[in-house]
């Protein structure tokens, strides 16, 4: 295999995180990452995850018990409580020790086993001209605030921009609102306390107006999104469940639907391997992209608790063809103020290579550390080459036919 061609950019740096103003008072930016990517007029829309955190949060406590904080959005009777037109975000606090045992820097492990986040995520609306900076951070919310339901305790992670080929179906759901004839679909992970972690769809035309959001999985689920068109009659999403009680690994699931409202139909499409970068989870990263050998879906594989990325291809059946043997992206350098080891994909987009289809580029952006945006090119060609190929007896055998 060739040496792969990958060029590499940070979009952020501390300074500009240092500089980014918060929305909620008295909080600070705690980093801008995992963007969802949309290609529009030249350049890209991206919707940024950006954790905020109370700045008070290491002042409490004493050094032998200190208090953790974790912010959470308040509702009532399942309506977000607003102050003017930012939510209202209240701030439980957790002693170590008596209430919590803090064995994981990401996050708040109780006491009961339960877990509780030490920022809370908005999604904010940033534009890159060329793919590789962003000229652009726009201040208030991407989402606005009103549209934020009781699964969203926690806020909005890790979004995702599918433009979907043609308009949304036409639907109305139980409750009697109407969806569809929109451009765009956008996923996000919708973490709460109350009623765990499920992933939600919300529509729109100009990425400015979103309908009401939907749930498009049972909890614990993340890493969901749609294909951007029907294939053999039906849509499609790839979703990843959180690990059960039977096992510590993971799988990733394709499910169908007829409306993009209600899913159903999951079934197995790929699974952690022995050995490989992908040994100890698994998930999908970002939307599929249709190319001239099938679908190309770059997922994440973590082992010993590092991320890196893969590619996997499917057939107009849906059934894996190629898959990475060793990851196509990663870091292997952090900076004192990332969390080491974690490179995470969340967009991609093929950019045009003229006249010759063989010169074309995957663009791919994510996040480095939980703490910076970044985005790689590397030829297509290259992608192609690195992964391994399967013959039909072990595709079929690896992936069952579509329903």
């Not at 700045?55 to 009777?77: A, L």
């Not at 053999?232 to 690990?243: H, I």
Request: hydrophobic share 30%; proline share 7%.
């Amino acid at each position: 295999m060739r040496r792969r061609r990958l060029r590499y950019t940070k979009m952020l740096d501390r300074n500009d995180i240092k500089e980014m103003k918060s929305i909620i008072p008295d909080f600070e930016v705690m980093g801008a990452f995992n963007p969802g990517a949309c290609g529009v007029d030249g350049g890209y829309v991206l919707f940024l995850r950006v954790p905020e955190a109370p700045r008070s949060r290491v002042e409490k406590g004493s050094r032998y018990q200190p208090i953790y904080c974790s912010p959470r959005f308040e509702f009532e009777d399942g309506r977000i409580k607003l102050d003017g037109d930012k939510p209202k975000v209240a701030v439980d606090e957790f002693t170590l020790r008596r209430d919590c045992r803090l064995d994981d820097e990401r996050g708040i492990h109780l006491n009961d086993d339960t877990y509780r986040l030490p920022t809370i995520s908005f999604i904010r609306r940033a534009w890159s001209p060329d793919g590789r900076s962003i000229e652009k951070i726009e201040e208030g919310l991407a989402i606005p605030a009103s549209s934020l339901t009781m699964h969203e305790e926690y806020g909005l992670e890790d979004p995702k921009i599918v433009r979907m080929e043609g308009k949304t179906p036409k639907r109305i759901d139980p409750e009697g609102n109407k969806y569809g004839e929109k451009e765009y679909v956008v996923s996000s992970v919708a973490p709460s306390s109350t009623h765990g972690i499920v992933t939600v769809f919300r529509e729109t035309d100009d990425l400015r107006n979103f309908s009401k959001p939907w749930i498009v999985t049972l909890p614990e689920c993340k890493d969901t999104f749609p294909f951007p068109e029907k294939i053999n009659g039906r849509y499609w999403e790839v979703a990843r469940p959180s690990k059960g009680s039977l096992t510590k690994k993971q799988s990733i699931y394709l499910g169908y639907s007829d409306d993009l409202g209600s899913w159903g139909g999951f079934r197995v499409l790929m699974s952690c391997r022995d050995g490989c970068f992908d040994s100890d989870g698994i998930g999908p990263s970002a939307p599929a992209i249709k190319t001239e050998r099938g679908w190309l879906i770059i997922y994440h594989g973590v082992r010993n608790k590092i991320y890196r990325n893969g590619v996997v291809l499917m057939d107009d059946k849906l059934r894996i063809t190629a898959r990475s043997r060793r990851p196509l992206f990663e870091r292997r350098r952090f900076d004192d103020d990332e969390t080491p080891g974690i490179t995470f994909v969340s967009a991609a987009a093929l950019e045009d290579g003229g006249n010759r289809p063989e010169n074309k580029t995957l663009r791919v952006f994510g996040g480095e550390g939980d703490k910076y945006p970044f985005s790689a090119e590397i030829p297509l060609s290259d992608v192609f080459d690195s992964l391994e190929y399967f013959d039909k007896r072990e595709y079929h055998a690896a992936t069952p036919t579509m329903a």
